[in-house]
């Protein structure tokens, strides 16, 4: 990083495309933010690429974004790519995501991050240790800004007493084996822990009976699963799409999608199925 000699920020940094206009910029990183800033980048930007070890992030891409390989070094004004190839970018912005961090809380409260992974959490929510402790919106991925209202729902009924709160040897069991579930048996970094997968609809169902409230519409979940396939298929433009959620909460319907064409819908529509 000390020898690159273009300009280097963070994804949480990032504002705006117009302040990227006319340059070549390179984001690091393909999850969630990348993404996003890739194809908000278009409009703007002279070139975008797309810097990942995964597998391709969508079925076509603008022109001028182009997906490509990790980096495996910085030197002056260029980052050599995995496969090889110089780039260079006037920007490296790096998505490569965000570590924990809890700076005002007392040493005495202080959860366990280790490995990206807060520990002993029940529900990703209590700290068992400290069990009048609640996180609200540490899971990555899935459907954030919902879950993280159910989320609070279940701490409010926790501190209300709507339910009571299970021993501390109960909630600790209840962690290990979610634990398992999500990490263990998938072979997968403890960091995962916070990514609940296809788990968030029953994590979803928990929270809601526990805490006494109304789940999740069902169409809210279709329409998830819809917007992720039609990033695939509309990677630059697919934020300007409008949605509703019908009367009966169980589905949804568009009401503008960008350069809809038949079989694309035909693939996409879950709002029938």
């Known amino acids: 990083m ?3 000699l273009g300009r ?3 994804s949480h940094s990032y504002r705006t495309p117009s302040a990227f206009r006319d340059q070549t910029v390179l984001v690091l990183g393909a999850g969630p933010s990348g993404k996003d800033i890739a194809a908000d980048l278009v409009p703007e930007a002279k070139k975008v690429y797309l810097s990942h070890n995964n597998d391709p992030v969508a079925y076509e891409t603008p022109d001028i974004v182009e997906e490509v390989p990790g980096i495996r070094q910085l030197h002056g004004s260029f980052a050599e790519l995995l496969d090889g190839r110089r780039v260079e970018p006037d920007v490296l912005l790096m998505a490569t995501g965000y570590r924990y961090s809890f700076p005002f809380l007392s040493k005495k409260c202080h959860p366990v991050v280790r490995k990206e992974h807060i520990e002993h959490l029940h529900k990703f929510i209590v700290d068992i240790q400290h069990p009048s402790l609640y996180f609200i ?3 990555k991925d899935g459907l954030s800004f919902p879950q993280y209202h159910l989320q609070a729902e279940y701490a409010a009924a926790c501190i209300a007493g709507v339910f009571k709160q299970k021993s ?8 290990d084996a979610m634990y398992k579930k999500l990490v263990t048996d998938k072979k997968r970094e403890a960091m995962f822990y916070h990514c609940l997968d296809l788990y968030q609809w029953d994590y979803h169902e928990q929270l809601s009976t526990e805490s006494r409230v109304p789940n999740l519409d069902q169409g ?3 329409l998830y699963w819809h917007v992720v396939d039609r990033r695939e298929f509309s990677f630059a433009d697919f934020k300007t799409a409008v949605y509703r959620i019908n ?3 169980t589905s949804f319907k568009s009401l503008y999608e960008p350069d809809e064409n038949v079989e694309q819908q035909k693939t996409l529509d879950l709002s029938k199925q």
């Open 2 to 4: 000390e020898t690159y």
């Open 247 to 249: 009367d009966d909460k």
């Open 137 to 139: 919106g540490l899971n």
């Open 220 to 222: 809210l979940e279709k």
């Open 168 to 175: 501390r040897e109960e909630m600790l069991n209840e962690y």
């Open 8 to 10: 280097l920020l963070h």
